[in-house]
């Protein structure tokens, strides 16, 4: 079972390198969205017992991150017309390695956190920090608006990873309502991306940070 | 004068398949685009036929422009003969012969490299420069994978260094090995060997001025060093060790054979990338053994 788990993880760890060194906005929101379906097929793997509210919460993880909310990305990039990061602030070469020394780091210094015995063999916390840290990356490297949001989607799916070791402490309630917020969160995106790309004719937030009347 | 008997054949089976390997692909690539394609022996031909020619030497080259190849060539047959082909074990064998394939290789490129700037011409420098500057990061990848080899089996020595990875690390280690392959030989992602559009070419242009024997030199060192890393991707990849002696030499020659048509394959299907898309592509390489050797290090899980 840890092995299948592990694997999944590591398997989620790849797909962040991915998304750090594609300049293609499709890749990146496919490896988001496919790393999204593998955070949601975690817990089934965990649960010792089968329980269909864990179940339930899989369910709905892997359909919000697995088809709605890339479907919305890919319609509102439609709209604005753009597929391409091109001038990241961060080149892809560096934030590759950022991210793999990241991914080092978290594993080679996991084992200083006191963590409980039964999670001391997954790669849960590595790969939480590795993901979140790919998060940052994107959010802070990139230039386009959804690049960006792609950036803050594997940084929840980073801060859903940690949360798994809890899964058995924290309600389910708290699952799903982070769920809902972040598909109306690209919702609501997906339409500010289309009103942005109109008002200043790019996507490009560095234009955003000039206030005027 | 036992060991020399057991050497003949080895380095005949090193000298004699390796320009088979090219001829494979260009077969392979023809097929893929409905051309019948030179002989699958066609290297063997050309290089007789460049072996009874003469040289041309600028007046500016010295004496090195001639001499170069042959040094290049030697170090790569070396670098062959530490190799071991599966059941059939390597030519040689000692504590730490990895480093010295890595460095020997390494000496190979230098002297094809330092050949190439003998002929004064800015064109070829420049072939020389993409070269080498590929090759930082390509042998960032080899060094990895060496290391992570190394760390699996806990020896510096290529005859037990190359015994089968498991699991992930195995997969990672076949995907790094193969883009380095695709890299240290010049095929298609990273460089176009049929092109002759000035601008692209990498290897080639290194060797654009070389005739004769030199040039036969190099062609054949070229087919002994994709012979090369086609055996290494392959011994650390797959457990030949664990079968029985015709299984694991037939196994190897299917190995190879596939990844040559692997080559082929990618070389049909994919076009060169723009030379700024390299370093990235040579990163995942390096990363891609990287994690490899994270995951032999913690031994599976930490």
């Known amino acids: ?213 | 004068m036992n060991s020399i008997i057991e050497l003949i054949p080895r380095l005949g089976c090193w000298l004699l398949l390796a320009p088979l390997l090219p001829g494979i692909i260009n077969k392979v690539k023809a097929w893929v685009a409905g051309r019948r394609g030179p002989p699958v022996l066609q290297l063997y031909y050309d290089l007789a036929r460049l072996w009874r020619k003469g040289v041309v030497v600028s007046t500016l080259a010295s004496p090195a422009f001639v001499i170069l190849p042959a040094v290049a060539w030697v170090a790569l047959l070396g670098a062959a003969m530490l190799v071991p082909l599966g059941p059939a074990g390597a030519c040689l064998s000692f504590r730490g012969d990895a480093l010295l394939m890595v460095y020997l290789l390494a000496l190979g490129r230098f002297c094809t490299a330092w050949a190439a700037l003998e002929t004064g011409s800015a064109f070829e420098g420049m072939g020389a420069v993409r070269e080498v500057s590929y090759a930082v990061l390509a042998e960032a990848a080899m060094v990895a994978a060496v290391l992570s080899l190394s760390v699996q089996t806990g020896s510096i020595s290529l005859a037990t260094m190359l015994a089968p990875s498991v699991g992930a690390s195995a997969a990672l280690l076949a995907a790094g090995l193969f883009i380095v392959l695709l890299a240290e030989n010049c095929r298609v992602p990273f460089d176009d060997p049929n092109t002759h559009l000035e601008l692209t070419m990498i290897h080639e242009v290194m060797v654009l001025d070389h005739s004769g024997p030199p040039l036969a030199a190099i062609l054949h060192g070229a087919a002994l060093k994709l012979l090369l890393f086609s055996v290494v991707l392959t011994q650390a990849v797959l457990p030949l060790t664990q079968l029985s002696p015709p299984a694991a030499t037939g196994l190897l020659a299917g190995s190879v054979l596939l990844v040559t048509v692997g080559v082929g394959l990618v070389e049909s299907l994919l076009a060169r990338f723009a030379l700024r898309r390299v370093p990235l592509l040579l990163t995942t390489a390096f990363l891609l053994c990287l994690f490899a050797l994270l995951v032999a290090w913690k031994g599976g899980m930490p």
């Open chain 1, 1 to 213: 079972m840890n092995s299948n788990l592990n694997l999944l993880i590591g398997l989620a760890m790849g797909l962040n390198l991915v998304a750090l060194g594609s300049s293609r906005l499709p890749t990146l929101i496919r490896a988001m969205s496919a790393q999204g379906v593998m955070l949601g097929v975690m817990p089934l793997l965990m649960d010792h017992e089968p329980d269909w509210r864990v179940a339930l919460v899989a369910l709905a993880t892997i359909a919000g991150k697995g088809l709605v909310i890339p479907s919305l990305l890919r319609r509102a990039m439609r709209t604005v017309q753009i597929d391409r990061e091109l001038d990241p602030l961060i080149g892809f070469v560096p934030s590759m390695l950022l991210g793999a020394g990241g991914a080092i780091a978290a594993l080679a210094l996991t084992h200083l956190l006191p963590l409980l015995p039964e999670h001391a063999g997954l790669l849960l916390v590595p790969g939480a920090l590795a993901t979140m840290l790919t998060g940052f990356i994107l959010l802070i490297g990139r230039t386009k608006a959804i690049s960006q949001v792609c950036g803050y989607l594997i940084l929840e799916n980073g801060i859903y990873l940690f949360g798994l070791l809890l899964i058995k402490a924290m309600p389910l309630m708290v699952e799903a309502g982070v769920l809902l917020d972040v598909t109306v969160g690209v919702f609501i995106i997906g339409i500010i991306v289309d009103r942005i790309q109109r008002a200043f004719d790019s996507l490009d937030t560095r234009k955003l940070t000039a206030l005027r009347e």
